[in-house]
């Protein structure tokens, strides 16, 4: 899927998937962004262009207390879900 962001909404997600622990870049404008701190915590593939992300993959992510650790559980599919999670973790 692809969303369209303003150019200071693609600014804001660049900063934060380069500050965080929790992100990865994988890419020069590709970037693994796992989201814990949401209520429904995700996980988003994501490539950043002038005008938008390219939403390679999106998951929410579940924890498994046996193994003490995350996985990804549904996929998410609904790009309000994807665009939701990005503005409610970058603050857009």
Known sequence: MY???TDDELNRIRDFAIQSEDCEQIGENEFVLDLFDLDAPVTLD???DRRG???EGAAFLSFDEEMDGWYMDAPIEREEDVRDAIARI???
């Open 3 to 5: 969303i369209r962001f």
């Open 53 to 55: 992300a390219h939403v």
């Open 90 to 92: 970058c603050g857009l």
């Open 46 to 48: 994501i490539v950043l």
